[in-house]
């Protein structure tokens, strides 16, 4: 349901709002709330996207495949990349790299929230209408 995502989205945006204050405000000494902040955030990341892609896999083998198979093919290439560029950012920032390089990780953490964000606000205007509509449609 576009419902239960956009909850997810509020609450993934919710986390990075928190997560950029302490960003912004605190520094190496927030490590272990960083960290906690971290696993949090890639949970309910990995949940949202396993339920967002059950939902897109029936939009493209629907009834309304036809009508909504190029988005959803956009936002499955898209969702790619953002997840590769997101595991490959907590790889690369490690605890002992975050703490050397606070600022570094701070800019690093704030384009990769921003990227999100910006997809997020695409799949509420493209893919979740899609999604309303295809029950409505099977009927």
């Known amino acids: 349901m576009p ?3 956009r909850q997810d989205h509020d609450a993934l945006r919710g986390m990075m709002r928190e997560f950029a204050h302490v960003m912004r405000t605190q520094g190496p000494e927030a490590l ?3 960290t906690r902040r971290r696993i949090a955030f890639s949970q309910l990341f990995r949940d949202h996207m396993g339920r ?7 939009l493209r083998t629907g009834r309304t495949a036809v009508q909504s198979d190029p988005v959803a093919r956009d936002h ?11 595991s490959d950012h907590i790889k690369s920032w490690t605890p002992a790299r975050i703490e050397r390089d606070w600022s570094g990780y701070r800019d690093s953490v704030l384009e990769l929230q921003q990227g999100l964000l910006d997809r997020m606000a695409w799949e509420e205007r493209h893919l979740h209408p899609l999604m309303a509509e295809a029950p409505r449609r099977a009927a």
Do not use: C, K, N
């Not at 967002?52 to 029936?58: C, P, W």
């Not at 499955?76 to 997101?86: D, E, I, Q």
């Open 3 to 5: 419902t239960e995502l």
């Open 32 to 34: 272990p709330d960083i």
């Open 52 to 58: 967002e892609d059950a939902l897109v896999v029936a």
């Open 76 to 86: 499955s290439r898209a969702m790619v990349a953002l997840f590769l560029r997101y």
